[in-house]
């Protein structure tokens, strides 16, 4: 219950309370009163019926009920000195003075109760106000381990929630900037040693191209191997600038129902040329399952997939694509005979810049995270199996109906 709550409805319980006490109060004051009254009413005619005991009961009632002149009645009393006043109920005026005593004793403790309820209202106030903001300068300092969090439920409670749940954001984010930095760092050392060693290259079998005399078969090796570096260099910033892309969220999906096979076929189109070169078998197998993806995106991912595969397969091995479809999910399947990935290196395989032991030395280490983001990007998910010397499985699933 909110704290001002709280003290309205002290204050009205209050403030009835002394309602119903001043009313108690009057009303047994008024009713002593008129107990007076009747009092001494009957004394009067108790002296009448004994000073003429011949009135019958009749004439008393009649007396008692015809009324009469009041004021006559007091001009002929004040001729024998006697006062009204005293005579009539000489216990009323003290009982009137009592009634308003008690009446304004009871008034006055139900203001000094309530100021000090305001008072006490008004020292938690500020000594909560106090607190939110010595809070808030730790938080603003860089100090997020100050636990704030309050049991009761009103105003201060809820706005001391809401800055703690402020609070937490910050700390994450904090250190979600701070790991972003320190990836940011490794990044930048990976790309430079990635990219000097081909641009190395490059400089020195220009120098040499430059220099003088060479022969032609020599120099056709060597603008083929620049060629060749020039191309390297060129697929690491596309996938890095890709990467970044899909870091800060600057890629818009766009989401459309397509057929799975033609999108599997197409990776394996696009790596014929590899597979053929190295003597790689690679079939598929997909029936008729509709994707409700980006064409583009997911086949990047899946060619990159199976490019790796194929770079860790022997000659006269194969690579296999498999698609299947459940009531809940889309599966695909992407396996090959190569020469597997050792325990220690597969729960790295999908990290960037990662190169296993049994990796190409011309491979970059990049093309599993790229595939890895863009499918978790469209709604999936991705997992890598292997046995050393087996083989490797990559295992794609996107869910029905999430996105």
Not at 78 to 92: A, E, L, Q, T
Not at 238 to 252: F, G, N
Request: aromatic share 6%.
């Amino acid at each position: 219950m909110k704290l001002s709550t709280k003290f309205l409805l002290i204050m009205t319980a209050i403030t009835a309370a002394c309602t119903v006490v001043c009313s108690v109060v009057l009303s047994n004051g008024l009713s002593r009163i008129r107990k007076n009254e009747n009092i001494e009413i009957l004394s009067v005619l108790s002296a009448v019926i004994e000073k003429y005991p011949n009135l019958s009961s009749r004439e008393i009632a009649e007396i008692i009920n015809s009324g009469g002149d009041a004021g006559k009645a007091e001009k002929v009393l004040r001729r024998y000195g006697i006062d009204s006043d005293s005579f009539i109920v000489p216990n009323g005026r003290d009982t009137y003075r009592e009634v308003m005593i008690t009446v304004l004793s009871v008034c006055l403790g139900t203001g000094l109760l309530e100021m000090l309820l305001i008072s006490i209202y008004g020292f938690i106030k500020t000594k909560r106000e106090k607190r939110l903001t010595k809070y808030l300068a730790r938080v603003n300092s860089g100090d997020y381990s100050m636990s704030f969090r309050d049991l009761t439920e009103d105003n201060y409670s809820v706005l001391s929630d809401e800055i703690y749940k402020t609070t937490m954001m910050l700390r994450e984010n904090s250190e979600m900037l701070k790991r972003d930095k320190e990836n940011l760092k490794d990044s930048l050392s990976d790309i430079s040693h990635q990219l000097k060693t081909p641009i190395t290259s490059i400089m020195i079998m220009l120098d040499n191209i430059l220099e003088g005399d060479m022969p032609d078969e020599l120099r056709n090796e060597f603008l083929c191997d620049i060629k060749s570096s020039s191309e390297h260099i060129c697929f690491l910033i596309q996938s890095l600038l890709t990467l970044s892309k899909l870091d800060a969220d600057a890629v818009e999906f766009r989401n459309d129902t397509v057929k799975l096979k033609s999108i599997l076929q197409g990776s394996v189109d696009s790596t014929q040329a590899i597979a053929e070169a190295k003597g790689v078998n690679v079939s598929l197998e997909c029936g008729d399952i509709g994707l409700v993806c980006d064409r583009k995106w997911v086949g990047e991912a899946i060619t990159n997939i199976v490019k790796n595969c194929i770079e860790h397969t022997p000659r006269d091995g194969s690579v296999m694509l498999l698609a299947e479809e459940t009531a809940m999910y889309i599966k695909v399947d992407i396996s090959d005979t190569g020469c597997g990935i050792d325990k220690k290196d597969l729960p790295h395989v999908f990290e960037r810049f990662y190169k296993g032991g049994g990796s190409d030395e011309n491979s970059v280490g990049i093309g599993l995270a790229l595939a890895k983001s863009i499918i978790e990007k469209s709604g999936g998910y991705i997992t890598a199996d292997s046995e050393k010397g087996e083989g490797s499985r990559f295992t794609i699933k996107f869910f029905k109906g999430i996105k």
